[in-house]
């Protein structure tokens, strides 16, 4: 399928601000260890470098652990080994089988798509749709968002231009009762796929995380194993913030995977590893451009090889 071609060209450019970090410039982190044997001012070089990098506190300390204990016991003793170590225990982080969506035993499969305002979340959903119908499946989207003006209306345009139906109810009303009628025109209409938008919400906002917590709580009601996918939609220039968002949207709502949106150059991917490390929550998919064929399923391998690209 066409968006899927040139993954690794499409997350380079994506990581242009990560890579300066980690390998750009005289400062960077392949100039720092290439060449160098590995002693312990080194290490604590290496430390601050992935720190900058958005890697986050928990996973450098383990991978200064690692290194630090690989160095004592004589397996490592270079920089560029090092940096191979870095990829290897980086890439390992994300198993094959957790990346993929879950299965449905029974049509349709259900995915609640969730975020804070601004992350891109219904361009999210416009990607996701068009994946899905390259696949050949056939996808609802129910407008859970009764909230903010004109979410309905911005829903509807991508599922037109998609020809994906929509489902909705009334402006300001009972955003679960959008997913129950959802669910069931899902059934009765024998879509593969339903997509619940929700309204973009902060983690702090408690009475919107309790409504979010009933639109899950009514799609396992009326569809059995509902919902099968959770997307958290986490801008990848956020930063640090990407992380306080996984950890409380996946209290409220039992996030499954994430979609990483605005993956441009001036993110700072690193944060990725900051979650999967903290929440365990995997990526699943990211998105790399404006159109609904920019996506690309999470590939842990390209996503390090252009982390620490050279070029």
């Given amino acids: 399928m066409a968006f899927f071609k040139n993954i690794l060209a499409g997350l380079k450019k994506g990581l242009e601000k990560t890579r300066e970090t980690l390998v750009g410039g005289v400062k960077g982190l392949r100039n720092l260890l290439a060449g160098r044997r590995l002693d312990e001012e080194l290490i604590q070089e290496l430390e601050s470098k992935l720190l900058q990098a958005d890697v986050g506190v928990k996973t450098t300390t383990r991978l200064i652990e690692g290194i630090?204990?690989?160095?004592?016991?004589?397996?490592?003793?270079?920089?560029?080994?090092?940096?191979?170590?870095?990829?290897?225990e980086i890439r390992?982080?994300?198993p094959e089988g957790e990346r993929g969506?879950?299965?449905?035993?029974?049509?349709?499969?259900?995915?609640?798509?969730?975020?804070?305002?601004?992350?891109?979340?219904?361009?999210?959903?416009?990607?996701?749709?068009?994946?899905?119908?390259?696949?050949?499946?056939?996808?609802?989207?129910?407008?859970?968002?009764?909230?903010?003006?004109?979410?309905?209306?911005?829903?509807?345009?991508?599922?037109?231009?998609?020809?994906?139906?929509?489902?909705?109810?009334?402006?300001?009303?009972?955003p679960a009762a959008v997913a129950f009628d959802a669910c069931a025109a899902a059934k009765a209409r024998g879509v593969d796929v339903l997509i619940l938008d929700t309204a973009g919400r902060l983690q702090t906002q408690d009475p919107l995380m309790r409504q979010l917590t009933k639109i899950v709580s009514i799609a396992g009601k009326q569809i059995p194993g509902a919902p099968h996918e959770v997307l958290l939609v986490l801008d990848a220039t956020s930063g640090q913030n990407a992380?306080?968002?996984?950890?409380?949207?996946?209290?409220?709502?039992?996030?499954?995977?994430?979609?990483?949106?605005?993956?441009?150059?001036?993110?700072?991917?690193?944060?990725?590893?900051?979650?999967?490390?903290v929440t365990s929550i995997p990526v699943k998919f990211v998105g790399v451009g404006e159109t609904p064929d920019d996506v690309q399923p999470f590939d842990p391998a390209a996503f390090v090889d252009a982390m620490f690209a050279i070029e």
């Fill in 68 to 88: 630090r204990a690989d160095f004592r016991d004589g397996k490592i003793k270079t920089g560029d080994e090092v940096l191979e170590y870095l990829k290897r």
């Fill in 92 to 94: 390992a982080m994300w």
């Fill in 101 to 174: 969506l879950k299965t449905a035993e029974t049509k349709p499969l259900v995915i609640v798509m969730t975020g804070v305002n601004g992350v891109g979340k219904t361009t999210s959903i416009a990607k996701l749709c068009r994946m899905l119908q390259a696949q050949g499946k056939k996808v609802l989207l129910g407008a859970c968002d009764t909230f903010r003006a004109g979410a309905v209306a911005q829903l509807e345009t991508w599922g037109s231009r998609l020809g994906v139906e929509v489902v909705k109810g009334q402006q300001g009303g009972d």
């Fill in 243 to 277: 992380l306080r968002q996984a950890e409380e949207f996946g209290k409220a709502a039992g996030v499954t995977g994430i979609f990483l949106s605005k993956l441009d150059g001036t993110a700072k991917g690193g944060i990725v590893i900051a979650v999967r490390e």
